[in-house]
Nanobody, 114 residues
Framework: QVQLVESGGGLVQAGGSLRLSCAAS???????????MNWFRQAPGKEREFVAY???????NYADSVKGRFTISRDNAKNTAYLQMNNLKPEDTAVYFC?????WGQGTQVTVSS
């Protein structure tokens, strides 16, 4: 069992920045560093969509809609993944979830005003 807790969401004006954190309590016998970490988001009335992932070795990938504006990273010593979001747009408004394997956090709300 892995517990994921997101934080860092909030209300920001368009063009602003936020950094989301995802703190993980790793299952016994498996370390945080062994998990691929993902960020997803879900806007009202829409399906959950992929935002970014970071592999165990640090390779990253992003949805086209956030490429160049968002940066995913991880600190294995702190069992934490991050999502740095810059130049935010109103269409980035959503609940953001982190994911590892079959485990999901509860989500953190990001609202971008125009």
């Amino acid at each position: 069992q892995v517990q994921l807790v997101e934080s860092g969401g909030g209300l920001v004006q368009a063009g602003g920045s936020l950094r989301l954190s995802c703190a993980a309590s790793a299952a016994s016998g498996r370390t945080f560093s062994s998990y691929i970490m993902n960020w997803f988001r879900q806007a009202p009335g829409k399906e959950r969509e992929f935002v970014a992932y970071i592999l165990t070795g640090g390779t990253t990938n992003y949805a086209d809609s956030v490429k160049g504006r968002f940066t995913i990273s991880r600190d294995n010593a702190k069992n934490t993944a991050y999502l740095q979001m810059n130049n935010l747009k109103p269409e980035d408004t959503a609940v953001y979830f982190c994911n590892a394997n079959v485990y999901w956090g509860q989500g953190t709300q990001v609202t971008v005003s125009s």
